[in-house]
């Protein structure tokens, strides 16, 4: 019992170092993918917001969804298993073979040319049959650490209240600074954004550098940021 027990903990290892490398080929981290497949495989903790990188991801997705059926086919296999042992004894040997064939995927998966193909699979895949709206926020925009996403508040004391973005960011095509929508109560304005005064209320879309945008709305980002506070429970 104990022989077995080991062997398929190897098993079990191999499996989610091979789906780490698999989902950090698609561009996540190691460490989010590391915690990211022994949730799915264990059923527990996948409702963090790292989630979504899993979820809004169609390869990933596809991924996921056998670490799931696997993790739950290994608790069957364990309990019947040990139902097993008990009434007529284990089959070690194929067990064995089961965790050579594992190990040999997670050594040949471990070899930067077979790395290399992969990681190209997955982005002309990602290129020929993925829709743009399919794809996460974060591969969208965030391609470099400097760029950021900001949904940006305005509220009565804001000094862009009755303004436009055109008053306040007269250089933003200079600055690398853009406006995507703004959002007004029910309403999406996307057009004449620019030149649109800001009212009150308002919540701006804005897509640039992070140091462009901290500087350009430091102090509407302060104000935010003081609400907020606000907002959280003493």
Not at 102 to 107: D, M
Not at 148 to 175: C, F, G, K, M, P
Request: no cysteine.
């Amino acid at each position: 019992m104990l022989l077995f027990l080991l062997i398929y903990s190897v098993i079990v290892w191999a499996v989610i170092e091979i789906f780490v490398i698999l989902f950090r080929l698609t561009g996540l981290k190691v460490e989010v993918s590391r915690f990211q497949v022994i949730s799915m495989m264990t059923g527990t903790g996948f409702t963090t917001e790292e989630s979504e990188l899993i979820l809004g991801h169609p390869v990933r997705r596809k991924l996921g969804s056998f670490l799931i059926l696997f993790g739950a086919f290994s608790l069957a296999v364990i309990i019947s298993s040990i139902s097993q042992f008990l009434s007529n004894g284990l089959r070690t040997k194929e067990i064995l073979l089961a965790a050579a064939a594992v190990i040999v995927v997670f050594a040949v998966l471990k070899l930067d040319v077979v790395q290399r193909f992969l990681a190209r699979t997955f982005n002309r895949k990602m290129k020929q049959q993925i829709e743009l709206a399919d794809m996460p926020i974060r591969d969208v925009f965030l391609k470099n650490k400097d760029d950021t996403l900001i949904n940006l508040h305005i509220y009565q004391d804001s000094e862009l209240v009755n303004r436009t973005l055109n008053e306040a960011a007269a250089d933003h095509d200079e600055l690398e600074l853009v406006a995507l929508l703004i959002i007004r109560g029910k309403v999406r304005i996307v057009k004449h954004i620019y030149d649109t005064p800001i009212q009150e209320g308002d919540q701006i879309l804005l897509f640039g550098m992070k140091k462009v945008i901290s500087k350009t709305f430091a102090h509407d980002l302060q104000l935010m940021e003081e609400n907020h506070k606000k907002l959280q429970p003493a």
